[in-house]
């Protein structure tokens, strides 16, 4: 009996060990068999720039990037003062066409999105705002700055308006208020944003992270009509930067950059004529003067300032070859002056050229005027040290001796010259040049 009990006891404790070994064995495989449940990656792109094609190519390639790795979600800081229509259609073009959602966020406190930064925050598929900044002001300006007739603004107004309408309502955000952002230039805090009706925004958070966790689990509406539940829950946040390339044609199409390089390619220039085959003043001002071209074609110009502009330079450039005591230079200065301050036309200071970059390029082209007016004057009351003008006032020695009436023989800079003079001289006398007759000097004892 013993030995039976014994027997069914070892029976039970190996029947147990292999099920306990099969269970676990089985754990192991479902384990491995279990696909990994990687974390939700977040796209997150700063846009701190006028909106233009640069800016443009850098949106929509973020949206294609995100769209390779199947992003979660892409997030746009957003700071912008405004930019071009055109370049704002590509942008929100690319939003729609996007697989991934889209949040435009402006950001930090102080930040605003204006103008067409306003269409682009209708255009996203979540709205979002930091406390302390604002949005609207979308009223259509001539982007090359010259005045439009009032047809044409009419016409303008009434094009980005209904544009305005289109990307409200797909969104079903407040229509009437993004109306009134482009007729009447209204602009929004994120308070009054988030609590019109219907809201013009989705939600308002302090920073990146607040603002995903408060769209996890949130149900988002696409623009074609279909919808998506963002889960950015422990989210990767992925930076997208501008490409070195990006970025140097960024900075370059800005008001101040492109005046300064329009300023110092026409000093280039200057300098190249001024001083033919010094080469690399030319070289400079010709690539300078290519780009700032190249930048003013992304900004409101106005083509009366530009003009009033080259022909500033133009006449500080004609000091060089004329001599008008001044008064090239001062005209220079004053059409240079006036050129500058109109050159932007645009109501937006960031698309104006600040007056403290206006003024010291001013006056640094006044001071080299001025220069080029001193040297000229002073090379104008100078001695003559050259040429046949240049031998009165020299002194000689005479060859021969020299009666009145009877011409003889000096010595002048190395060189035999026939002389006259109103007084005997002998010869070996120091004489002094007074005047120049043909080839005959003028001489009187020194």
């Known amino acids: 009996m013993t ?15 292999v099920v306990s070994a099969s269970a676990a064995l089985g754990r192991v495989v479902l384990a491995a068999q279990a696909p ?24 929509t390639g973020t949206l294609a990037e995100a769209d390779r790795a199947n992003a979660t979600l892409v997030v746009f800081t957003l700071r912008t003062p405004g930019g071009l229509v055109d370049s704002t259609r590509d942008i929100v073009s690319g939003m729609i066409a996007a697989t991934t959602p889209v949040v435009m966020f402006v950001t930090p406190s102080g930040s605003r999105a204006a103008s067409a930064g306003f269409l682009l925050m209708l255009a996203a598929d979540v709205a979002a705002m930091a406390p302390g900044t604002h949005i609207g002001a979308a009223h259509p300006v001539a982007g090359g700055g010259e005045q439009m007739s009032e047809t044409m603004a009419k016409k303008a107004e009434e094009d980005v308006a209904a544009y305005a309408r289109t990307l409200a309502s797909a969104r079903r955000r407040n229509v009437e208020l993004a109306t009134d952002a482009v007729r009447s230039s209204r602009a929004f805090t994120e308070t009054e944003a988030a609590n019109s009706s219907p809201p013009l925004i989705d939600l308002i958070a302090s920073d990146v992270p607040e603002l995903l966790t408060k769209l996890d689990g949130r149900t988002v509406r696409r623009f074609d009509g279909g919808t998506v539940v963002l889960r950015t829950a ?47 003043p030319g070289v400079v001002g010709g ?5 700032a071209f190249f930048a003013l074609q992304l900004l409101p110009v106005n083509f009366a300032g530009l003009l009033l502009i080259l022909l500033g330079l133009l006449l500080l450039a004609l000091e060089i070859k004329v001599t008008s005591f001044g008064l090239l230079t001062a005209g220079g200065l004053v059409s240079l002056l006036f050129g500058s301050m109109i050159l932007m036309d645009s109501g937006v200071p960031e698309l104006q050229v600040s007056s403290r970059v206006v003024f010291p390029v001013v006056f640094g082209f006044g001071g080299i005027g001025i220069l ?45 010259w026939q002389a006259t003079a109103a007084e005997a001289i002998p010869e070996g006398a120091r004489l002094q040049v007074t005047n120049v007759e043909g080839i005959t000097l003028v001489v009187r004892k020194d």
Do not use: D, K
């Open 3 to 17: 030995i039976t009990v014994a027997r069914r006891l070892a029976v039970v404790i190996v029947v147990g060990a």
């Open 36 to 59: 990994e449940v990687s974390a939700p990656v977040v796209y997150v792109a700063e846009v701190e720039s006028i909106i233009h094609p640069v800016s443009a190519e850098y949106m």
């Open 234 to 280: 422990g989210a990767r946040v992925v930076p997208v930067a501008m490409t070195l390339r990006q970025r140097v044609l960024s900075a370059i199409a800005h008001p101040n950059i492109a005046y300064l390089l329009l300023s110092l390619g026409m000093l280039g220039l200057t300098i190249e004529l001024w001083s033919p085959g010094a080469i690399l």
């Open 287 to 291: 690539v300078s003067l290519l780009l």
């Open 372 to 416: 080029l007016v001193r040297l000229g004057l002073t090379s104008q009351r100078r001695a003559a040290v050259t040429g046949v003008a240049g031998l009165v006032g020299q002194t000689a020695r005479a060859l021969t001796a020299i009666e009145p009436g009877r011409p003889g023989r000096v010595l002048i800079r190395g060189e035999n």
